[in-house]
């Protein structure tokens, strides 16, 4: 399966970043390898996991297995989302805004791949001060997981629904 298809029941992997660590030893270097992956089924579930190996294959293969044990289920409305939401974690800030069909997903790498695995096509999207991939990925699905749908909003003020 192609990373950017997802068939009914399949999920989606987007790998976002993978790094290098060098630890000096007495022979030389020693490599290890680190791979953030975000794994969702375009339909409003989306999770993100991380992954170390000595090789990036198994690196990349834990963080898959990762992001899937953390998978949650996001609001969505159409192909976007229903209202505005900020979400931040640690020193990253990310804004996500509805756009009208036909708008597409405007963000950077990470919170792309975050909105494209969670199934969402049109969206803005701004992210501030520090611009760590894995502090997106995080602040991004905490700021979907804040998105109510209306009949939500309404059943938990105690309105009844119009």
């Known amino acids: 399966m192609s990373t950017d298809q997802a068939v009914a029941g399949q999920l989606v992997e987007k790998v976002i970043q993978i790094r290098r660590c060098a630890a000096v030893i007495k022979g030389g270097r020693r490599f290890s390898f ?58 990253s800030k990310v804004v996500l805004i509805p756009a009208r069909p036909g708008t597409g997903i405007i963000a950077g790498m990470a919170v792309r791949a975050v909105c494209e695995a969670a199934g969402i096509t049109d969206i803005l999207t701004k992210s501030f001060r520090s611009h760590n ?30």
Do not use: F
């Not at 989306?46 to 953390?70: H, L, S």
């Not at 905490?142 to 119009?162: F, H, I, M, Y």
């Open 133 to 162: 991939p894995l502090n997106l990925v995080k602040a991004t699905i905490l700021a979907l997981q804040q998105c109510r749908n209306k009949a939500d909003t309404e059943r938990l003020r105690g309105v009844p629904l119009s």
């Open 34 to 91: 680190t791979a953030l992956v975000v794994v969702g089924d375009r339909q409003g579930r989306v999770g993100w996991g991380y992954g170390k190996a000595n090789e990036v294959p198994p690196a990349v293969e834990k963080a898959i297995k990762a992001a899937q044990r953390n998978m949650v289920k996001i609001q969505l409305e159409g192909g976007t989302i229903p209202h505005e939401v900020w979400g931040e974690y640690e020193s």
